[in-house]
């Protein structure tokens, strides 16, 4: 391992600033990889991470030239932006960035407005956009003659609907203040934040029509800046990157050998696996073996490529070779209506669902979604089909009049060389106290079917004259 960290000096970093203790565990998973064939994933589990060190850039530094709102925020981030779609954002979520240096004794606030859409949120984040805190938009307390329009009940057309919120630099304490984000930098680097939006009202703004929270810094003499002058006293920048993998070493991954390399991790039969950590995630293009060796040693839930901390995903591998169309099955948990400007918001067992077809780690790139209210009922069970496919092999019946929902494949597969093969990714978003069949729930990369029951995303293969042939109305045969 040291040898090969020498030659991969940001991987070295993260090796070194290990206890030993993680580095005794490092070596020795490490050593079983090896036995397994699976060295490589280790690997790419160390280099997959760019990590940016702004703390020395200029204020406003900016190499990607990445869209801006004002000085101190990076943004709008979306799949629909060729500079933008990184991390795997949802084609119905945005988000903006700051990367900043809150001066000692300063204390940094954010102005904002409860927007017009399904759910809002603050993360903080360390280096490689690993999640540290998240402060959900139902959660954050609004201020005096204000109503919080996104918790049960309340008025989701109010007109008062403010809300003030303080960033503070530091990890969060056991018993954390309201209306706070605790957004402590990594050694070395920045403090990290990103504010979401997730479906916003039918005719709104990416931003749900109220704009995104403006901040104000007060300094320790009790002076206040805004503008140009708050970004200068924060050092704030711009340099967001994708933790994107290298491409030599993902084609080490899909060439395991013993795996097939033109479908390399998907098998014949389709599965999701919850995303628990990077390792293990990787350890998917080994053996079962190596699975399971990877979860023994590494069995902690960890989230990469800036997470949601208010969310957990499963991820599936496809490859069309097994079957020209992917019938998407099970029931769709309920979820608050909102998209076309409902007047109240009503409880669901998740806050939200999508199922989304993104790429490889190469690109982390999003090609298309479909969130909740997008996928039509089969029945009062709530049942669902969505015909997974290429765009020219969408079947007759793919349609909402039939009972179908239907997500169009990317024609470039999995980004990196491979049309045919690629990646689905769901989302289960804050789901209630008494829901136990969402991803939240499952406690390892192989129960999840077990533990969601009839609300595990299944998936069959099928010819697309056969998926046809369940007419419309859609019925199983």
Same mark, same amino acid.
Request: charged share 20%; proline share 8%; aromatic share 10%.
């Given at each position: 391992? %040291?040898?090969?960290?020498?030659?991969? $000096?940001?991987?070295?970093?993260?090796?070194?600033?290990?206890?030993?203790?993680?580095? %005794?565990?490092?070596?020795?998973?490490?050593?079983?990889?090896?036995?397994?064939?699976?060295?490589?994933?280790?690997?790419?589990?160390?280099?997959?991470?760019?990590?940016?060190?702004?703390?020395?850039?200029?204020?406003?530094?900016? @190499? =990607? #030239?990445?869209?801006?709102?004002?000085?101190?925020?990076?943004?709008?981030?979306?799949?629909?932006?060729?500079?933008?779609?990184?991390? /795997?954002?949802?084609?119905?979520?945005?988000?903006?960035?700051?990367?900043?240096?809150?001066?000692?004794?300063?204390?940094?606030?954010?102005?904002?407005?409860?927007?017009?859409?399904?759910?809002?949120?603050?993360?903080?984040?360390?280096?490689?956009?690993?999640?540290?805190?998240?402060?959900?938009?139902?959660?954050?307390? $609004?201020?005096?003659?204000?109503? !919080?329009?996104?918790?049960?009940?309340?008025?989701? #057309?109010?007109? !008062?609907?403010?809300?003030?919120?303080?960033?503070?630099?530091?990890?969060? $304490?056991?018993?954390?203040?309201?209306?706070?984000?605790?957004?402590? $930098?990594?050694?070395?680097?920045?403090?990290?934040?990103?504010?979401?939006?997730? *479906?916003?009202?039918?005719?709104?703004?990416?931003?749900?029509?109220?704009?995104?929270?403006?901040?104000?810094?007060?300094?320790?003499?009790?002076?206040?800046?805004?503008?140009?002058?708050?970004?200068?006293?924060?050092?704030?920048?711009?340099?967001?990157?994708? =933790?994107?993998? !290298?491409?030599?070493?993902?084609?080490?991954?899909?060439?395991?050998?013993?795996?097939?390399?033109?479908? %390399? @991790?998907?098998?014949?039969?389709?599965?999701?696996?919850?995303?628990? =950590?990077?390792?293990?995630?990787?350890?998917?293009?080994?053996?079962?073996?190596?699975?399971?060796?990877?979860?023994?040693?590494?069995? =902690?839930?960890?989230?990469?490529? /800036?997470? !949601?901390?208010?969310?957990? /995903?499963?991820?599936?591998?496809?490859?069309?070779?097994?079957?020209?169309?992917?019938?998407?099955?099970?029931?769709?948990?309920?979820? @608050?209506?909102?998209?076309?400007?409902?007047?109240?918001?009503?409880?669901?067992?998740?806050?939200?669902?999508?199922?989304?077809?993104?790429?490889?780690?190469?690109?982390?790139?999003? /090609?298309?979604?479909?969130?909740?209210?997008?996928?039509?009922?089969?029945?009062?069970?709530?049942?669902?089909?969505?015909?997974?496919?290429?765009?020219?092999?969408?079947?007759?019946?793919?349609?909402?009049?039939?009972? *179908?929902?239907?997500?169009?494949?990317?024609?470039?597969?999995?980004?990196?060389?491979?049309?045919?093969?690629?990646?689905?990714?769901?989302?289960?978003?804050?789901?209630?106290?008494?829901?136990?069949?969402?991803?939240?729930?499952?406690?390892?990369?192989?129960?999840?079917?077990?533990?969601?029951?009839?609300?595990?995303?299944?998936?069959?293969?099928?010819?697309?004259?056969?998926?046809?042939?369940?007419?419309?109305?859609?019925?199983?045969?």
């Amino acid at each position: 391992l %040291n040898g090969l960290t020498a030659q991969l $000096p940001a991987a070295s970093r993260v090796y070194r600033s290990l206890g030993s203790r993680n580095r %005794n565990a490092v070596e020795e998973f490490v050593g079983t990889l090896k036995r397994t064939g699976l060295l490589l994933a280790v690997v790419a589990t160390l280099t997959v991470s760019v990590v940016s060190s702004a703390s020395a850039a200029e204020t406003g530094y900016n @190499p =990607n #030239n990445l869209p801006t709102v004002g000085c101190f925020w990076t943004g709008p981030f979306s799949a629909s932006d060729e500079k933008t779609n990184l991390a /795997y954002p949802g084609t119905e979520i945005t988000y903006w960035g700051a990367k900043f240096t809150t001066p000692v004794g300063a204390t940094l606030t954010l102005r904002g407005r409860y927007p017009h859409a399904r759910y809002s949120s603050l993360n903080a984040y360390r280096s490689g956009g690993v999640s540290t805190g998240s402060l959900s938009g139902t959660d954050i307390k $609004p201020d005096k003659g204000s109503i !919080n329009p996104s918790r049960p009940g309340k008025n989701r #057309n109010a007109k !008062n609907r403010d809300y003030t919120v303080s960033v503070f630099s530091t990890d969060p $304490p056991a018993n954390p203040a309201k209306n706070a984000l605790y957004a402590a $930098p990594s050694p070395g680097s920045t403090q990290d934040i990103l504010y979401r939006v997730y *479906v916003p009202d039918k005719g709104r703004s990416l931003a749900g029509g109220t704009g995104i929270p403006k901040p104000e810094l007060k300094l320790a003499d009790g002076t206040v800046l805004t503008g140009q002058a708050l970004c200068d006293s924060l050092n704030s920048t711009h340099d967001y990157q994708s =933790n994107k993998m !290298n491409p030599a070493l993902y084609s080490a991954l899909v060439n395991t050998p013993g795996k097939d390399p033109a479908t %390399n @991790p998907a098998l014949p039969t389709f599965t999701f696996s919850k995303y628990f =950590n990077l390792t293990n995630s990787l350890a998917r293009y080994g053996s079962p073996e190596s699975q399971q060796t990877a979860w023994a040693n590494n069995p =902690n839930e960890e989230g990469t490529q /800036y997470n !949601n901390g208010d969310a957990r /995903y499963m991820t599936g591998a496809y490859a069309f070779q097994y079957g020209q169309v992917l019938a998407l099955h099970g029931k769709l948990p309920t979820t @608050p209506m909102t998209y076309k400007g409902q007047k109240k918001t009503k409880a669901g067992q998740l806050t939200e669902w999508d199922m989304c077809g993104i790429q490889s780690l190469v690109t982390t790139k999003t /090609y298309r979604c479909l969130f909740d209210e997008q996928i039509p009922l089969r029945n009062k069970k709530r049942s669902y089909v969505i015909a997974f496919a290429k765009s020219q092999l969408r079947p007759k019946n793919a349609t909402r009049q039939c009972g *179908v929902a239907w997500l169009p494949a990317d024609p470039e597969g999995d980004g990196a060389g491979r049309p045919d093969t690629g990646l689905l990714l769901t989302r289960n978003v804050l789901p209630t106290a008494g829901y136990k069949k969402s991803s939240w729930s499952v406690t390892s990369p192989f129960n999840a079917a077990e533990i969601m029951g009839d609300h595990y995303p299944k998936g069959d293969y099928m010819a697309k004259k056969a998926f046809e042939s369940h007419g419309c109305p859609f019925k199983w045969k």
